[in-house]
C-alpha cells in the first residue's frame, strides 16, 4: 500500500466548492500538528501524485489515523472536483466534518 502522504480530518464550503480544510501533512517518518489548507494547494497536491485521506487522529495517539477514503481529483482542468465519490458534480468528502 502506498503510504499517506495527508490526512484531512474537516473542511469548509462555499457554495459547491471547497474553501479550506483542516488537515495533517506527512513530514518524514511523523505527521504534522493540524493545518489550514485551501482548495488551489490541495489541488496541487493531489496533482503531484500526493496520497491524501480522509480521517480522524486517534486520541492520545499522535501519529496514528482512523482512516476514511481516499481522496481524488476528478474531472477536466479548469473544471475539476475534489471528491471521495466515485459519481461526482461537486466537492465533496463524504463523512468529514464541517469546520
Known amino acids: 500500500m502506498k503510504r499517506i502522504d495527508g490526512v484531512i ?27 489550514l489548507m485551501d482548495r488551489p494547494k490541495l489541488i496541487a497536491r493531489l496533482q503531484k501524485g500526493q496520497r491524501i485521506v480522509t480521517g480522524q487522529r486517534q486520541r492520545f495517539m499522535a501519529g ?26 461537486r466537492d465533496r468528502l463524504e463523512g468529514v466534518p464541517l469546520f
Open 64 to 89: 496514528t489515523f482512523d482512516l476514511g477514503k481516499q481522496v481524488t481529483l476528478a474531472g477536466r482542468n479548469g473544471d475539476q472536483v475534489v471528491t471521495t465519490m466515485d459519481e461526482y458534480d
Open 9 to 35: 480530518e474537516a473542511v469548509r464550503y462555499k457554495g459547491t466548492k471547497i474553501e479550506l480544510v483542516r488537515a495533517y501533512e506527512r513530514r518524514g517518518a511523523a505527521f504534522s500538528d493540524r493545518i
